[in-house]
Structures are given as C-alpha cells and as structure tokens.
C-alpha cells in the first residue's frame, strides 16, 4: 500500500489548510485510517482517526478545529484543519492499518506562524 500526502504548507495564524491522503489502492480495505503529526523534539501524536468501528476520534487539542474524512471514489483520507494555532506545527503523518500490517504515508509540513 502506498500512500500520497499533499496540502501541507506555510500558514498565518487562524487560518485553513486541507490534508489529502491518496491510497493505491481502495481504503475499504483498511481496517482503520488516521491523521498522526510529529513536531520538533516531540513524539509522534494521533490527530483524528477512522477506526473499525466508524467512530471517529479527534486528540483533545483538535476537537472542534479539525475534521477527518473520505473519499471513497478517490481512495482518499482528508485532514480539514481550521483556526489553526502556532503549537500545530509538525509534520503530519498518514496512517492506515490492514489486517496487520500498517503503513505511513512520507509525511507533509505544516507550519503555522505568522
């Protein structure tokens, strides 16, 4: 499986940037898709998921800023963050789980400052 990070950027403070995430192949086939982000000298951090189940979950921080969704003709995952802080900056990560294997997309920018 690979996967296709775009939309990354340079953004001021309080503005939008969208996320896409393009799989080779159909996300129905993942048992789980998320949004994960790492920022300079910190750990890897979950953003928002699409577990199983379908219920979607958003890491404290992001809750009500922040939005994940699909595509399902275009085998894309989608990261909607609006009003976006400075402490939102780091690299975000796409990640999907099949069966279990797990695979990350390459990673996309995103800097927040003014």
């Known amino acids: 499986v690979q996967l296709v990070e775009s939309g990354g950027g340079l953004v001021q403070p309080g503005g939008s940037l969208r996320l896409s995430c393009a799989a080779s192949?159909?996300?129905?086939?993942?048992?789980?898709m998320g949004w994960y982000r790492q920022a300079p000298g910190k750990q890897r951090e979950l953003v928002a998921s699409?577990?199983?189940?379908?219920?979607?979950k958003y890491a404290d921080s992001v809750k009500g800023r922040f939005t994940i969704s699909t595509d399902n003709a275009k085998n894309t995952v989608y990261l909607q963050m609006n009003s976006l802080k400075p402490d939102d900056t780091a690299v975000y990560y796409c990640?999907?789980?099949?069966?279990?294997?797990?695979?990350w997309g390459q990673g996309t920018q995103v800097t927040v400052s003014s």
């Open positions: 192949k159909s996300i129905f086939s993942f048992h789980s």
């Open positions: 699409i577990p199983g189940d379908g219920t979607i």
């Open positions: 990640r999907v789980r099949e069966g279990p294997k797990v695979y």
